[in-house]
């Protein structure tokens, strides 16, 4: 496929429990981002890749998440311990990665912690 | 203290009549300003933007306004068609490539 994908579609999961999240980003782009999508809310940045390397994590809650992306393609998104707060829809982004280029979104992964 | 300003969750608008969606920012120092579209269980599609040394954009049946003086964007999609209901988030984009979004308005196009 030519966008970006992302597993699950659908995660429910305990509080107290360790979540992955996975993104394919488009062939070619250096940049990924993730942002979080919370019920009546728009998306918020979490973390932006440029290559191999987080360039920013501001956006990231606290030291329960944490994101990789050791090849410089594929990214994953761990949230460790997770709580009812985390419920949202996990959003996964990328680009060109030179200033302003476009962002591509995928269809996000639904985390619902119970 | 939210720095892009969405202030109607939903507009309704008969088909073939122009929609207008509004919003406000706070910071002067982004470099673009943005349009995303949002349908049911997908991500957010780029729709149109707008580079903060312009006041127009035009694309097809969109066109976006800026008024930085004012701080505020707008949307116009004239004529406005079934396909266009979805949610339409604007965002801003600054040097550092972060999007910050807007909280959304949700566009009915009514037959």
């Known amino acids: 496929g030519a966008g970006v994908s992302q597993t699950p579609s659908n995660k429910v999961t305990e509080k107290g429990k360790y979540v992955e999240l996975r993104c394919d980003p488009i062939?070619?782009?250096?940049?990924l981002y993730w942002y979080r999508q919370s019920l009546g809310q728009g998306p918020e940045f979490l973390i932006y890749f440029q290559g191999t390397g987080a360039a920013d994590d501001s956006g990231l809650p606290n030291d329960r998440f944490f994101a990789v992306r050791p090849e410089g393609s594929v990214s994953t998104l761990k949230i460790q311990r997770t709580e009812r707060g985390d419920s949202a829809v996990y959003l996964c982004?990328?680009?060109?990665?030179?200033?302003?280029?476009?962002?591509?979104f995928g269809p996000g992964t639904r985390l619902t912690v119970l | 203290d939210q720095q892009v300003k969405q202030n109607s969750p939903s507009l309704s608008v008969q088909e073939g009549r122009i929609s207008i969606l509004n919003c406000d920012y706070t910071n002067s120092m982004f470099d673009y300003f943005l349009w995303y579209k949002k349908y049911p269980a997908e991500g957010p599609t780029f729709l149109i933007s707008?580079?903060?040394?312009?006041d127009k954009n035009e694309d097809g049946r969109f066109t976006v306004f800026l008024n930085k003086s004012a701080k505020h964007l707008s949307l116009h999609i004239v004529p406005s068609q079934p396909g266009d209901s979805a949610v339409y988030f604007c965002a801003v984009q600054g040097r550092d490539d972060k999007i910050i979004f807007g909280k959304g308005t949700r566009l009915h196009i009514l037959p």
């Open positions: 062939s070619g782009h250096t940049a």
């Open positions: 982004a990328s680009s060109l990665g030179t200033s302003g280029s476009r962002q591509f």
């Open positions: 707008i580079s903060s040394i312009k």
